[in-house]
Each structure stands twice: as structure tokens, then as C-alpha cells.
């Protein structure tokens, strides 16, 4: 995606209704994204379905969800769950008798990996058995799912399936030294990228993170076309991430996170929406902002952009309920320390010399520097060394608060929406949330 694309405006619209099907594409965690949009669609009255990743058992083969495990995913979802195993990515496939690329990461060692050479036939042959036994699944999963859509309802496809990493233990250790190493630990993100154990994940991240979203548009083309001849509606939405515009210096600034690794696929993300989009399919990648989960957790100083949105909150018409938040995350800071010192600490981060070079939206996503990650690192834990408790932090509370702004956005904006790839930035963050406190 070459052109940045905001939504500026709040939706208006809300095409979905009691009687009408939600479908969680991935899996639902207590602390991510999904949930919000889970949560407008609760609201709206709407059928929920999910699907499973599944789980493996003791000979790593993939199983459905066991009577236990099936009652705690339908009972977070707050409807039914299609219980066959769609794990994505194929870094445990293999053909029958072979090595996985799993196994054979295993033999990667500390000392060689930059050098260490996998072999690509083969693990093309793996991605094929992986992608096959996704697809095959997905096919089971629709034709189960066709049951359950009622002629004239509307369907909203939410795919949240993300990461791709391999469970290797080499790789712990290299991104270890990548997202959370300074100084002597500092590893370029190029060094990773360039040497084949890089590539195989990219490889990965792209199956799991993007050409999902593909095969869900391809393989519920027959329910899409028989729902909109029955007069319903199809929506499908993506979760992104290319950056965010923040408050910087009391404007509004495109920044990013340095390095963002899986950046290559959710670009391809973006594209699998914009062909769709050609083709007369209303798909749309949201690209959200900078969140604290237990999978963004790994990138230390990923969390820093959060700290502007309460000059957004601001900004934005906020009122009684802004001021509110100022103050809960006032109450979250060690005795001395104020919510302003913190503020001006991540703007003095956001502004200088060492980071202003990689706002180059262009050459997303760059590779880490060292002067750049000392920063990143040091600066986020000069953040945390400001709470009494590091494990309540300001960015915690303000996580949620970006997962409940987004959600009521991207549930409007997918009942109209206007383009397949659309930023939520600082801006209308704060201005949905502040709109519906108001409301409240």
C-alpha cells in the first residue's frame, strides 16, 4: 500500500441485525483485538460462530477441540464453534515420512544459523501438504457453516488469524536479541531477514498472517453468492498494522514501530483485500494502532505510541470522561511522577534525531539499528520505571481503550465501507471513544 488511507470520518451506517451471522475467523483471546469487535457484534444480536485452530496431541498431530475445551471457546464467544482444526502456516507439515521445517530448524545452532542452509524443495513440499490440509478443512468448515446462514441474512467474516512463528528453539534466542537486545545483545532484524531461517519465517508469517484471508474469501464464494441473491450482504474484515498517526509534537504524525518483522505480510494482507475489492467484494484490512497483547509483548518499546492517544482523548472533544482517563492513569504512576513527565519523555522519543528517520512510510518496515533500539528499549523501560506497579501499567489501560474504540469502528465502517485498506489513527480513535462516553 503505497497511498496512506484514514478513516476521518465516524461511521454512520449499520446494515447487521438479530438473525443476521457473525463469524470469528481465528481464535479468541482475552486480550487482543478481536474482542471488541466481538463485542459490537454481541450487540447487534448477531449469530455467533467461530472456528478452531485446534490443538495437538501427544504425537503432534492436529485434533478438534475436546468436549472441555469446546465449552470454554463457546462460552467466550457467546455462540458455536465449528470444531474442525484450522491451523494455518506450515511449519509442522511435512509428506509422510519427511522432516518438518520445525524438525529441521532444530538443527540450526547459535553459532551457524547465519550461514545454515535449508533445503528449499523440500520445504516448498511442506508449504503444498500445509496448505492443502488448510484448504481441505476450510472446504469441511463452509459446507458447515452454509447450514447454519439462513437465506437473507447478512454475514460479517471477521479473520483475525495472525503470527507464524516457528516453535524452534533457536529463534527464541535470536528474537530475543532482535526485538529486546541493546548494546552487545543488539541483532540486526536485516541479519535475520537475509539468512534462510528469516526467509522460512517470512514464508510462514505470509501463509498464517495474509493468504488466510485469501482462502476464506475464495472458499466461501458459493455462501456469498447465495446469501446476496437472497438480498443479504457479505462483509469481510482484516486486522492490519503499517503504522499509526499519533500525536507528535502536537501534530499528527504517520510513525511506526522498528522492526516489525511480520510488516511484509500484512502488506500482503493488504493486497489480497485490494484484488478482492476489484472484484466486487467488500473486503477491508483495518489497520489498528500499537497495542499491548501477549503476542505484541515480544517487541519491547511497541507500546511507547500509546501514551499520546491521551493527548487525543484531548484533542478530540473530550470532556469529563477524557479528563477521567488522565486522571486513572495519573493513579497508575509512582508518587512524584506525572502524566505529563511521561508524555513529554515518549514525545522527546518520537522527536528525535535517532527516530524521525524511520517515519519513511515508503520503506516500510525498516531494519532496527542499534542507536535505534537502544532507544526504543531504554526509553520503554524508563516508561515502566515510572508506574508503582510494573505490572499495571498506563499503556494496559489504554489498550483497552484503543480495543474499544476500534471495535465499534471497524463494525460501522464494514457496514459501508469505503476501501479495502483503511488506517485507525489517534484521531478517530479518540473521537469514537469520546462519542460514545458521551452517549453513556
Known amino acids: ?56 496431541d501427544e504425537a503432534n498431530a492436529l485434533r478438534p477441540l475436546n468436549d472441555e475445551e469446546l465449552a470454554q471457546a463457546e462460552a467466550a464467544l457467546g455462540g458455536s464453534i465449528i470444531n474442525l482444526p484450522l491451523m494455518a ?44 490440509r488448510f484448504t481441505d478443512t476450510l472446504a469441511q468448515v463452509m459446507a458447515q457453516l452454509d447450514a447454519r446462514v439462513p437465506d437473507g441474512a447478512n454475514v ?50 505470509d501463509e498464517v498472517s ?41 501534530t499528527y504524525t504517520w510513525q511506526t514501530y522498528t522492526n516489525y518483522t511480520q510488516g511484509y505480510a500484512k502488506m500482503r494482507l493488504e493486497r489480497i483485500a485490494q484484488a478482492a475489492w476489484a472484484q466486487g467484494v467488500k473486503a477491508t484490512v483495518y489497520n489498528c494502532p500499537e497495542i499491548r497483547t501477549n503476542s505484541s509483548d515480544i517487541f519491547a518499546g511497541v507500546e511507547l505510541p500509546l501514551v ?3 493527548n487525543a482523548l484531548r484533542r478530540e472533544g473530550g470532556g469529563a470522561w477524557a479528563q477521567a482517563q ?11 511522577m506525572t502524566v505529563e513527565a511521561m508524555l513529554q519523555k515518549v514525545d522527546a522519543f518520537h522527536t528525535s534525531a535517532v527516530m ?16 535505534q533500539a537502544g532507544l526504543t528499549i531504554g526509553t520503554s523501560e524508563e516508561i515502566q520505571k515510572l508506574h508503582k506497579d510494573t505490572k499495571a501499567l498506563v499503556t494496559d489501560l489504554l489498550s483497552a481503550l484503543v480495543i474499544e474504540g476500534t471495535g465499534p469502528l471497524m463494525f460501522g465502517e464494514s457496514s459501508a465501507p469505503s476501501g479495502p485498506v483503511l488506517w485507525l489513527n489517534h484521531d478517530i480513535i479518540a473521537r469514537q471513544l469520546n462519542r460514545q462516553h458521551a452517549i453513556d
Open 210 to 250: 495474509a493468504n488466510t484471508f485469501g482462502h476464506l474469501i475464495e472458499a466461501s464464494r458459493a455462501l456469498r453468492e447465495r446469501v446476496q441473491a437472497a438480498g443479504g450482504q457479505v462483509r469481510y474484515s482484516a486486522y492490519g498494522y503499517h503504522g499509526t498517526e499519533i500525536l507528535v509534537d502536537g
Open 89 to 132: 502456516g506450515f511449519d509442522q507439515d511435512a509428506p509422510a515420512g519427511t522432516p518438518t521445517p520445525t524438525e529441521m530448524l532444530g538443527k540450526l545452532t547459535l553459532k551457524t544459523w547465519t550461514e545454515d542452509k535449508l533445503d528449499w524443495d523440500h520445504i516448498e513440499q511442506c508449504r503444498a501438504v500445509g496448505v492443502k
Open 326 to 336: 488522565w486522571q486513572a492513569c495519573a493513579d497508575l504512576l509512582a508518587e512524584g
Open 308 to 310: 499520546a492517544l491521551l
Open 1 to 56: 500500500m503505497n497511498t496512506l488511507t484514514p478513516l476521518r470520518e465516524l461511521p454512520q451506517h449499520n446494515i447487521f441485525r438479530p438473525g443476521d451471522v457473525f463469524v470469528l475467523f481465528g481464535e479468541l483471546f482475552g486480550r487482543g483485538y478481536a474482542n471488541g469487535l466481538v463485542n459490537e457484534a454481541r450487540k447487534a444480536g448477531m449469530t455467533m460462530v467461530g472456528i478452531t485452530v485446534g490443538r495437538r
Open 356 to 371: 524521525i528517520p524511520f517515519r519513511d512510510f515508503a520503506a516500510w518496515p525498516m531494519a532496527n539499528t542499534a542507536e
Open 156 to 205: 460479517f467474516f471477521a479473520h483475525t488469524m495472525a503470527g507464524g512463528i516457528p516453535k524452534a528453539k533457536v529463534f527464541l534466542a535470536i528474537a530475543n536479541r532482535v526485538y529486546k537486545g541493546r548494546g552487545e545483545r543488539f541483532l540486526s532484524s536485516q541479519t535475520l531477514l537475509d539468512s534462510d531461517l528469516g526467509k522460512l519465517i517470512l514464508m510462514n508469517f
